[in-house]
């Protein structure tokens, strides 16, 4: 058991498991402010309906990424020390930044908004929740920076064999993180879009079924699952678009990765795109690798032509091991690694179909918002039983396909921990077998990993519950039928 092995698996299931959290916290907090900014605006009982119900949820996948996310910080020093210690002069800064000012807004303005209802002002108390919603969004964008230094180093020198930080101003404008940050917000939104069309159409389905009536709280449940489709229809439209700028980006920065996400093993010009490939697509000499590919389609997503040549797994190995040498360094804390062949090809099995997984489900989740708005149209609400099923369903989609595409991303740029930048400064990169806490024995990394992976299942349990309970309950969860007024009214009976 190679302890390299153990901390990836660590590493990679807690920042996984994490993930899940957070994109629905970024969507369904500026959701929810904007509920709420309905309510302010026009009094609609719906509205604060609306507001107190999706707000729950909110706050239960809130606290749940909040705890979730503190480990990642205790690995940096646990399993990965002398990764810590080569990137801290940059990666402490935009850390810094995220947890000192981001972070302490979102949960200061949090609690505020919790425990403001009824005592603040209704402007203030609104306030307070885009504080909150802003502040997380922002704490994204430097957490986004950090991990894009590592894609895409900038704004350092190299003193003494470590990068030192020159401009913080590079890191947080670096073009990776801002196309990161626009592909990741974007899929926020397109979890809290499918996350409102899937709870909705299951309410307005089953209180019809039960009662053969409409739900008093029809207006509720229409409201959110139509407000819910044009997000996620728009959310999914600019995940597209994002995901473009990132393609071309990667084709400039990290040429292996493009290629390993086609399983493109020789050089091609014009290149295609693979849509579906069978065979032994580990192989990098890609032998018996069979493809249904688009022409030239590869070509334009990498430089928006349908000619420019994208280079292959083959050929990039060997610009590679010229660059970077063929070899790891003789060093002990490589374990069996030390001087040996370095493997410049990413596990392709992982990287093609990682890809297409995000695309795949993506684009199942783009089709069940898009399905909603045409059951919705001209205000007709969807009677059929098998549709809240597929939205329900359907729910699952964007935070699997967010899942794949970061481990496509993290996965892709293997076996550099910190990437080399072609147009960057000579040596500042890393490899992943360097990166591991000296000393470390793989028993006890595999010791934290069963821990964690247990109390990370018994979360995992919890949030479920809490979430399916406090969606079951509806609307009369979050709001007593004393302080509701009847189904017709559009304003408020009740003193705020």
């Known amino acids: ?50 507001t107190k119900f999706w707000g729950k ?45 981001a972070f302490m807004i979102e949960s200061t303005f949090l609690g505020l908004w919790i425990f403001g209802w009824e005592r603040l002002p209704k402007a203030v108390h609104l306030a307070c929740l885009w504080a909150a919603s802003l502040a997380s969004t922002a704490s994204a964008y430097f957490i986004l920076s950090a991990n894009s230094w590592m894609q895409h180093p900038v704004g350092i020198q190299l003193v003494d064999g470590k990068p030192q930080l020159t401009s913080i101003w590079a890191v947080l404008t670096n073009n990776t993180a801002i196309a990161a940050f626009t592909h990741t917000v974007s899929g926020g939104f397109a979890v809290a ?35 819910g489709a044009w997000i996620g229809m728009v959310a999914f439209a600019a995940v597209a678009l994002t995901g473009d700028t990132q393609g071309k980006l990667m084709f400039e920065q990290q040429p292996m990765k493009m290629a390993a996400a086609e399983a493109l093993c020789h050089t091609e010009a014009p290149a295609s795109f693979s849509i579906f490939a069978y065979g032994d697509v580990s192989r990098p000499d890609c032998e018996n690798v069979k493809s249904i590919t688009v022409p030239a389609l590869l070509s334009f997503l990498a430089h928006s032509d349908f000619s420019t040549e994208v280079k292959g797994v083959q050929d990039l190995t060997t610009l590679y091991e010229q660059k970077y040498g063929h070899n ?101 990169f890393m490899y992943t077998a360097q990166a ?45 039928p004393t302080d509701q007024k009847k189904p017709d009214d559009d304003v408020l009976a009740f003193a705020y």
Request: aromatic share 14%; hydrophobic share 55%; no cysteine.
């Open 193 to 227: 879009g499918t996350f409102l069309v899937g709870i909705s159409a299951w309410h307005l389905w089953k209180k019809h079924k039960l009662s053969g009536v409409d739900d008093p709280d029809r207006r509720v449940w229409s409201a959110s699952l139509k407000f």
């Open 57 to 101: 949820l909110m706050l239960v996948n809130f606290a749940m990424g909040v705890v979730t996310g503190i480990v990642q910080e205790f690995q940096f020093g646990m399993t990965w020390s002398a990764y810590s210690r080569f990137v801290g002069d940059v990666f402490g800064a935009p850390l810094a930044i995220e947890g000192i000012v």
């Open 436 to 480: 591991v806490s000296p000393g470390v024995s793989a028993g006890q990394v595999l010791t934290s990993l069963i821990a964690l992976t247990a109390v990370y299942g018994v979360l995992a349990v919890v949030e479920v519950w809490l979430l399916v309970r406090y969606a079951k309950a509806g609307v009369e969860g979050v709001m007593p």
């Open 1 to 50: 058991m190679d302890v390299l092995d153990v901390a990836r698996w660590q590493f990679g299931i807690t920042t996984v498991y994490h993930f899940l959290m957070v994109p629905l916290t970024i969507g369904l907090s500026i959701v929810v402010a904007v509920m709420q900014t309905a309510w302010v605006r026009t009094g609609k009982a719906h509205y604060l309906a609306m």
């Open 328 to 428: 790891y360094p003789v060093d002990p804390e490589l374990g069996a690694l030390s001087g040996q062949p370095i493997d410049y090809v990413p596990d392709l099995p992982v990287t093609y179909w990682g890809f297409r997984f995000m695309i795949g489900f993506g684009g199942i989740a783009a089709g069940a918002a898009l399905l909603a708005l045409w059951l919705t149209r001209r205000g007709r609400i969807p009677r059929t039983k098998w549709f809240p099923r597929l939205a329900l369903a359907a729910i699952a989609t964007p935070f699997l396909a967010n899942s794949f595409g970061w481990i496509f991303t993290e996965m892709g740029r293997q076996p550099f921990v910190v990437v080399p930048n072609p147009t960057g400064v000579d040596g500042v």
